[in-house]
């Protein structure tokens, strides 16, 4: 599944002061090029670094998301990560002239709005999606913290959050359509313990904090001695002490705290590189463990990347081609007719399916006792499905037949047996011209890779007997 890749129409710049530092900060968001994805520039920095916005840049979660390469860090990265994966741009490039992004209200809705603002612009090349396939699964048992991806044609996440808080008790949030991101849950701010205060101030931290941007949540009664203790230790003016939610500002959700989580979610998930389609479900996240679930789901990506991704074969469905179908186009016979069906072809690409059982002739001597399918008859099944493609707009296909000119690249990475079905995915590399046909081919039994081949052959019409 794809479409278009976006990124802005023009640039767009925001201020604020850090959370953390406390220092003035100018962000900058400029269009970007296509495949670029997000990226941070320090061009407060000798030579301007860029870091790109991935997992494996990651260098801190306490408190927030920090990326960082060589000496070059941005900390604080989730809030402008989730406007921008929920306007749907997959390009940005972010100038910033200071170690951490501004705070703002404590939501992500100034960002989005400056982003909206600056508008969206459709690119030439094509979004490769994330398509989850299988559960993909995080846990970290000692803080009882689990998220989950599930298989979905769409983007959606649930949240639950526990804090053991009698103020917040349990809370559930819930975002189904990505649509609903800037009313529902861009606005939302994030939240802080009282008693966290002193000490995230004495850790360093927190020097641009102010009830303007955060939610301060007052769990136990505190006497105001305390209360005006911790102002004066702040620089901020004296407020009455009050049991509950501290600001002098009304919530706009009651589970506000647990919609700004989900966001905080999307934030940091973004960071695998690619936008998803599944759904995820998160029970008790936090900046580290949804830093290390999107790390997951990175290297699924790359190993997809690398390997390709196995296609979906249900035995249901009716094939594209049948056998009967099949042997009006090739030449092949039983016992050498290796292919049983073609469940996708295009343009550029085909998939068939190949059951193999015991009746196989060749396992009679390939082995005796340990059947395997020998690896030259696994290319001639793969071939014979690029065949399938190479024939398939001839108005006469068996006046050709196909011949191998190269075999490149070969890999077996495992055992075929009796039981197994492989489902065989091929890809023209570049345009069939004169009669040369060049194809990348994979093998697949289930999810897993177990062949893959650069195939080049040649079509050449079948010599006629004069009578």
Wanted: glycine content about 6%; aromatic content about 8%; proline content about 5%.
């Amino acid at each position: 599944m794809s479409d278009k890749q976006k990124t802005i129409k023009e640039e767009v710049t925001i201020q604020g002061v850090g959370l953390h530092t406390g220092l003035k900060v100018t962000v900058t968001f400029k269009p970007a090029p296509a495949d670029f994805g997000y990226k941070f520039q320090r061009v407060d920095l000798e030579n301007k670094p860029f870091i790109p916005a991935l997992s494996e840049f990651v260098i801190d979660t306490a408190r927030s998301t920090t990326i960082g390469k060589g000496n070059a860090t941005v900390s604080t990265i989730e809030h402008i990560m989730a406007a921008a994966y929920c306007l749907d741009i997959d390009n940005l490039h972010i100038e910033i002239n200071s170690p951490e992004t501004p705070i703002m209200d404590g939501s992500s809705i100034y960002f989005f709005n400056a982003l909206k603002e600056a508008g969206i612009e459709e690119q030439d090349a094509e979004r490769e999606y994330f398509e989850v396939r299988d559960n993909v699964r995080h846990v970290i048992d000692n803080k009882g913290t689990e998220i989950i991806a599930y298989p979905d044609d769409k983007f959606s996440i649930d949240v639950l959050i526990d804090f053991n808080s009698k103020v917040l008790g349990h809370q559930f949030a819930s975002l189904t359509d990505i649509a609903d991101f800037e009313k529902e849950v861009a606005p939302c701010r994030t939240f802080v313990f009282f008693h966290e205060l002193e000490p995230l101030l004495k850790a360093n931290l927190i020097k641009g904090g102010a009830l303007e941007n955060a939610i301060v949540i007052v769990e136990h009664k505190v006497e105001q001695v305390e209360f005006d203790r911790i102002a004066d230790v702040f620089n901020k003016p004296h407020i009455e002490s009050k049991e509950g939610i501290l600001n002098n500002i009304d919530l706009q959700f009651k589970n506000e705290p647990a919609r700004h989580k989900l966001l905080d979610v999307i934030g940091d998930i973004a960071l695998c590189g690619k936008k998803i389609k599944g759904k995820i479900i998160a029970k008790r996240p936090g900046h580290m463990a949804n830093t290390q679930f999107a790390d997951k789901i990175r290297d699924i990506i790359k190993f997809e990347q690398k390997n390709g991704v196995a296609p979906r074969y249900n035995p249901d469905e009716k094939p594209l081609k049948d056998i009967n179908e099949i042997m009006k186009v090739l030449p092949h016979r039983p016992p050498f007719l290796l292919v049983d069906k073609i469940i996708h072809m295009d343009e550029t690409s085909v998939t068939g399916v190949k059951s193999v059982t015991m009746n196989e002739g060749f396992f009679v001597g390939h082995f005796p006792e340990e059947p395997v399918m020998p690896g030259v008859l696994q290319i001639e099944a793969m071939a014979q499905v690029g065949g399938l493609l190479v024939l398939r707009d001839a108005e006469n296909p068996k006046e050709w037949s196909t011949y191998f000119l190269k075999i490149d690249n070969v890999r077996f990475k495992s055992k075929v047996v009796p039981g197994d079905t492989i489902i065989f995915k091929l890809e023209l590399i570049t345009p069939i011209r004169r009669g040369i046909a060049h194809m990348r081919g994979r093998a697949f039994v289930g999810s897993h890779l177990v062949m893959d081949a650069e195939l080049m052959a040649q079509v050449v019409r079948n010599k006629v007997e004069e009578k």
